[in-house]
Structures are given as structure tokens and as C-alpha cells.
């Protein structure tokens, strides 16, 4: 409201000054922003040293210091050849074990049916039972086996903690 003021003071002024010897414009309403000019230094709230959870040589630093950094954003990249290889292990390991765990379930549903009948000794079953359980057994190791070669893996990857 006071620029709005100003204004038409400024405009009365000219007119009264101006009169023939200057060319004349209309005045008109223009709402102005607000502007605020002020010195100061900008510093950052957080400010992290990164390290890595396993050992390997750099690859690619995808930031310079003091640069702004998305959190969870990679930053670092580690050579992850032996981790890629580990993963891939892991996957075959997992595969074979599921093809164990199936080929023991087979095997127990053919001795049960089999036992059911009276042609083979309850140690025959005992032995199919024994061997779906460790079958299984193995299944879950690989299968947290490939879990954890997945996480070495991303540990490669090191990422903006904030």
C-alpha cells in the first residue's frame, strides 16, 4: 500500500512540474514485490565422512566434495567383480537346492505311498523323511546364502547417509 502511495505522490509531483515544457504519461497502479537484499554465509546442517563396509579399489566418485547430495544417493562406486562373482555362486547354489529339496519331497511322497501299502520298512520312511528335512534345511541356508551375497554386493555401493 505505501509503493502505491509513493506512486501517485510521484505522479501528482511530475504533473505539477512537468506542465507544457515535458511529455506526460498517465500514471498506473502496479502491485511491486518485496525484496530483501541481505548478506550472509550459508553452511551445511549435516556433514558426514562416508566409509565403506568392505575393501575394494574405487570405480567412480559420482560427487566432489561440498557438493549437495540427495539421501541414499550413490556417491561411491567400488569394483565389485569378486562380489558379482560371489552373487552368481550363490544363485546356482540356491537352484541346486531347490532341485534337491523337490527331488526329496518326490522321494517321500513315493516311499509314503509305498509304506502305506506295507512294501517297505519304516526305517525306508524314517530315511525319506530325514532326507525332505535336510533337503529343506539346505534350501533355507542357500537361499540366506544368496541373501547375504546380495548385501556384499551392495556394500560396493556406497551411498549419502543423509
Known amino acids: 500500500m505505501p509503493i502505491r502511495i509513493l ?19 498517465p500514471a498506473q497502479l502496479h502491485d511491486m ?8 554465509v550459508v553452511e551445511a546442517v549435516n556433514q558426514s565422512t562416508v566409509s565403506a563396509q568392505t575393501q575394494g579399489q574405487v570405480q567412480e566418485v559420482l560427487f566432489d566434495i561440498d557438493d549437495y547430495v540427495e539421501q541414499g544417493a550413490l556417491i561411491i562406486r567400488l569394483r565389485d567383480t569378486q562380489q558379482q562373482a560371489e552373487l552368481a555362486k550363490a544363485e546356482a547354489n540356491l537352484k541346486a537346492a531347490r532341485a534337491r529339496a523337490q527331488e526329496a519331497r518326490d ?44 548385501e556384499q554386493l551392495e556394500y560396493t555401493r556406497i551411498r549419502a547417509p543423509y
Do not use: F
Open 107 to 150: 522321494e517321500q511322497t513315493r516311499a509314503k505311498s509305498v509304506h502305506a501299502k506295507g512294501l517297505i520298512a519304516q526305517a525306508a520312511m524314517d530315511r525319506a523323511d530325514a532326507a525332505l528335512q535336510s533337503a529343506l534345511a539346505n534350501l533355507d541356508a542357500a537361499q540366506a546364502g544368496l541373501g547375504q551375497a546380495r
Open 33 to 40: 514485490p518485496r525484496q530483501y537484499r541481505l548478506d550472509g
Open 7 to 25: 506512486l501517485a505522490c510521484l505522479a501528482l509531483t511530475l504533473a505539477a512540474t512537468a506542465r507544457a515544457e515535458l511529455a506526460t504519461t
